[in-house]
């Protein structure tokens, strides 16, 4: 099971990324949090604070990836394209 499909890249992500040190990425709909959160850490070798989870309407699961102070979101939006 492919645990993370792809990051989002909207206007309300890149506003989340600079204020609150956050990423959305759109995950597998049976993954929880514990399994994104190690997914995440071993992907990009970061240390993480919170994952927080909620489905949208069309039924994709998003998962808001909230990044320990030492490691900048914006890096790993950076290492993944997004900048």
Request: aromatic residues 8%; proline residues 2%; positive net charge.
């Amino acid at each position: 099971m492919k645990i993370i499909k792809y990051p989002v890249s909207t206007e309300k992500s890149m506003r989340l990324m600079e204020a609150e040190n956050k990423l959305i990425f759109v995950v597998d709909n049976a993954a929880n949090k514990t399994m994104i959160k190690k997914e995440i850490e071993s992907m990009f070798k970061v240390k993480i604070d919170s994952v927080n989870t909620f489905v949208d309407r069309e039924g994709r699961k998003k998962a808001y990836v909230k990044f320990n102070k030492a490691n900048p979101a914006i890096d790993v939006a950076t290492e993944l394209g997004l900048m």
